[in-house]
């Protein structure tokens, strides 16, 4: 089993739907949480993180954790053509040889058509 | 904030030629740097861990001598190919971490190697 796992997708959505986009893990000792966006042929681009459990919002984006589920989830309200990306999550723990290290997902293709 | 610069963008070359990729930390200081592969619609790989004014971490299946890194100061890391051939052609990526709690990286923009 992989430590992050992440529906590939694609996802395609008409614009201005509700986006929601998840990630499961295994590791009971990552604390932080990461989303990067990443348009194609360019570098993931860091959108939102959250430490531990809860929520935190951010403009149309708004990132979940759900420790205890060991499931993360980033939701995008009135989702535009201009967020048509690969979504990363990424975790890391915050302890130990692995401190700094990133998980990843695979990623989860999304398009917004006009 | 936190800007990390990565160069070239793209790379053409010919099979049996050494390429360096270069990662600036811009605005920061990096104690620790990445350096992924990328393969078309799959995840970052992570090739190896840089730590400024130490030798490289190399994941498993990494040749550390095919792909020689250098952490010489704490905003620069580099990445050389050395004698590279066409199964070497991808996405590079490189990160910095500012080692502050956060434990977040930053990514430079890509490299895209291609070996002919």
């Known amino acids: 089993q992989k430590e992050v796992e992440q529906d590939p997708g694609p996802l395609s959505v008409p614009e201005g739907a509700i986006v929601s986009l998840n990630c499961t893990y295994s590791?009971?000792?990552?604390?932080?949480f990461m989303w990067y966006r990443q348009y194609s042929r360019k570098g993931p681009e860091l959108l939102m993180y959250?430490?531990?459990?809860g929520n935190k919002e951010d403009g149309r984006f708004t990132a979940q954790v759900d420790k205890s589920s060991k499931y993360i989830s980033l939701f995008i309200r009135d989702s535009q053509p201009s967020d048509s990306a690969t979504y990363l999550c990424?975790?890391?723990?915050?302890?130990?040889?692995?401190?700094?290290?990133?998980?990843f997902g695979r990623g989860t293709q999304l398009t917004v058509w006009p | 904030g936190a800007v990390v610069s990565q160069h070239p963008s793209r790379v053409i070359c010919k099979s049996g030629t050494s390429v360096k990729i270069e990662c600036r930390s811009l605005?920061?200081?990096?104690?620790?740097m990445f350096w992924y592969r990328q393969f078309p619609k799959q995840s970052l790989m992570l090739m190896a861990t840089?730590?400024?004014?130490?030798?490289?971490?190399?994941e498993q299946g990494v040749e550390k001598d095919k792909f020689l890194i250098n952490h010489a100061s704490l905003t620069l890391s580099t990445l050389t190919v050395t004698s590279a051939h066409p199964e070497d052609s991808s996405f590079y990526i490189c990160?910095?971490?500012?080692?502050?709690?956060?434990?977040?990286?930053?990514f430079g923009a890509g490299t895209r190697l291609s070996v002919l």
């Open positions: 990424a975790m890391s723990a915050y302890r130990g040889s692995t401190l700094g290290r990133l998980y």
């Open positions: 605005d920061f200081q990096a104690t620790t």
């Open positions: 590791n009971s000792a990552f604390q932080y």
């Open positions: 990160s910095a971490h500012p080692g502050v709690a956060k434990n977040i990286q930053y």
């Open positions: 840089s730590n400024e004014g130490s030798k490289a971490t190399y």
């Open positions: 959250t430490y531990s459990s």
